[in-house]
């Protein structure tokens, strides 16, 4: 795992991911790319490496895309498609920002989105609960789904949090003075983690896994090109089920490279 991060960072500071995406669409271009990108480095890349650092970049584009499209499609059905590129974007910038993977704030930002139904809110939740997982020690996932219950009056799950507060008096608080008690309580814990030593290496396993997911994209659309494959749907009829044949096209791939 660390000489995967370390590669996929390697490699983001020579290479521009959405550049790679946009020009690596050829199996000469992307032999070219990595042979500069081993004499800017200095170093020497073995077919066995290339194929490794390319189907596990592969299989984290693949299971990124999944996640993507599960959001996207429970945005769709509240009737907010229309905002699914700024989601997106938000997602990635969220991401980079607090150190926490993309694919721990998407299912917790559906949460969120399903239960309050507004995207305002769901960002201002969102951001409440990083604080709240990063103070507090407790997963993301919790805390979001927490947040939600609590947002529709169920506030059972809000005692472990330790606010000063019976069971029965968060029955009756609203939820605009259950925030702020948790405001008081966590605010700013997020940032604070990324002063330390495990935050600063949190945001740069980050950036080292978007990195990575991005050039797994452009070493998917290389497969898709050695296939013939017009679009990934068409690709994964070509190629059996199951992410096994994925892996052996990848291989033919960054191998023969």
């Known amino acids: 795992m660390a000489q995967d991060v370390s590669l996929a ?14 020009a690596d669409k050829s199996v000469k271009h992307f032999d070219k790319s990595i042979k500069k ?14 194929a490794n650092f390319g189907k596990k970049a592969a299989q984290a584009f693949i299971q990124d895309e999944k996640e993507a499209t599960r959001l996207a499609t429970a945005v769709k059905n509240l009737g907010l498609g229309f905002a699914n590129p ?3 974007s938000y997602i990635e910038r969220l991401s ?11 299912p917790a930002f559906q949460t969120l989105l ?9 960002q201002e939740l969102l951001a409440q609960a990083i604080d709240i997982s990063a103070g507090s020690g407790i997963d993301l996932s919790t805390v979001s789904q927490d947040l939600a219950n609590g947002y529709i009056g169920i506030t059972k799950g809000l005692k472990k949090y ?10 009756s608080a609203s939820f605009n003075d259950i925030q702020t008690k948790l405001n008081k309580q966590f605010s700013g814990a997020n940032a604070a983690y990324l ?18 997911e991005k050039i797994g994209q452009a070493v998917i659309d290389l497969a898709m090109a050695f296939t013939g494959s017009s679009n990934i749907e068409d690709f994964v009829s070509k190629i059996e089920s199951g992410t096994t044949r994925i892996v052996d096209i990848i291989d033919r791939i960054t191998t023969g490279i």
């Open 114 to 122: 399903t239960t309050t139904g507004s995207l305002t809110k769901s």
């Open 86 to 88: 700024a989601i997106s």
């Open 37 to 50: 990108l081993g004499k800017t480095l200095g170093i020497t890349l073995s077919a066995a490496a290339i």
């Open 195 to 212: 002063e330390t030593y495990a935050g600063k290496i949190s945001l740069l396993g980050t950036a080292a896994g978007e990195a990575q």
């Open 162 to 171: 330790n606010l000063g507060l019976t069971q029965a008096e968060l029955k």
């Open 9 to 22: 960072l390697r490699i983001a500071t020579i290479l521009d991911a959405s550049g790679l995406n946009k």
């Open 96 to 106: 980079l920002a607090s150190g926490v993977a993309d694919s721990e704030l998407r």
